[in-house]
């Protein structure tokens, strides 16, 4: 009787969590499911996510963890993966970040940024290294900065 029940609570777990993964896969506008479908097909879809109309699908390829942003019409807009050293960013970059008012600013994260005209490095920074201190007196900036594939800076986003 115990193993009975034992496998009926396994096969209800199985069959929920199966179709928890359907129902987040087909929450998304058939235009970006076909569209990531081709352009990402050995890709493990972790989760879709929603910001705005645009849809942002989280993934793993290669070992890789990666995000895709489509339109609403299944547009490919750009892709983000993870970089896990900043060594691994064109000299020029890390020159710029050691020698700026970046310099003692707190790493976030690192991504590889592909678009459809443009690869780029995007680094990530705070000036408040988790000192929620900062937060209350209205000194918290955080900064995204683009770099080309030689390690120029393009562009330089305050959020």
């Not at 879809?45 to 705005?52: D, F, L, P, S, T």
């Not at 993934?59 to 490919?76: C, I, L, P, V």
């Not at 940024?113 to 955080?142: A, C, F, I, K, Q």
């Amino acid at each position: 009787m115990k193993t009975l029940i034992a496998k009926t609570i396994i096969l209800c777990s199985t069959i929920g969590l199966i179709t928890c993964s359907a129902m987040a896969q087909t929450t998304q506008p058939m235009p970006v499911t076909n569209a990531f479908n081709a352009k990402y097909p050995t890709a493990k879809v972790k989760e879709w996510k929603m910001k705005g109309d645009t849809s942002i699908a989280m993934f793993e390829m290669n070992g890789r963890h990666y995000k895709a942003f489509y339109t609403s019409d299944g547009m490919w807009v750009k892709s983000e993966r993870n970089v896990k050293h900043l060594s691994t960013f064109p000299m020029q970059a890390q020159m710029y970040l050691k020698n700026s008012k970046f310099a003692s600013w707190h790493i976030d994260n690192l991504a590889m940024v592909t678009t459809p005209r443009h690869n780029m490095y995007m680094v990530s920074l705070d000036n408040h290294s988790g000192n929620t201190s900062y937060e209350s007196n209205g000194d918290n900036v955080t900064q995204d900065l683009y770099f080309t594939g030689s390690g120029r800076l393009v562009k330089a986003d305050q959020r």
